[in-house]
Nanobody
Framework: VQLQASGGGLVQAGGSLRLSCAAS????????MGWFRQAPGKEREFVAH????????YYANSVKGRFTISRDNAKNTVYLQMNSLKPEDTAVYYC????WGSGSPTITDYAYWGQGTLVTVSS
């Protein structure tokens, strides 16, 4: 499974961005997808996950109500719509795929990772 993340950039506080993560290869082996982020000098943290079927989503408290995870079955792509962005959302955002299970906030539960896309929110 290969994951290609895109959509990062520079945005002012209060603005919006939509990240995309395109999956290719043996996508039939994917059970769920997640987004994580890593701010400078901090550990990687969970943001959101969604079942590959799109049937359930889960969010970190820090982004709940502002971010929405979704997927497009036809394009094998997962999205992260980010609204009301704050400077503390600045980070490299990574998408990840889980080979089994129904989604998890735990980094080590994900077998496949994309390369990351930088989101910078200015105040």
């Amino acid at each position: 499974v290969q994951l290609q993340a895109s959509g990062g950039g520079l945005v002012q506080a209060g603005g919006s961005l939509r990240l995309s993560c395109a999956a290719s290869g043996r996508t039939f082996g994917i059970s769920s997808m997640g987004w994580f982020r890593q701010a400078p000098g901090k550990e990687r943290e969970f943001v959101a996950h969604i079942r590959w079927s799109g049937s359930s989503m889960y969010y970190a408290n820090s982004v709940k109500g502002r971010f929405t995870i979704s997927r497009d079955n036809a394009k094998n792509t997962v999205y992260l719509q980010m609204n009301s962005l704050k400077p503390e959302d600045t980070a490299v955002y990574y998408c990840a795929a889980q080979a089994w299970g129904s989604g998890s906030p735990t980094i080590t539960d994900y077998a496949y990772w994309g390369q990351g896309t930088l989101v910078t929110v200015s105040s």
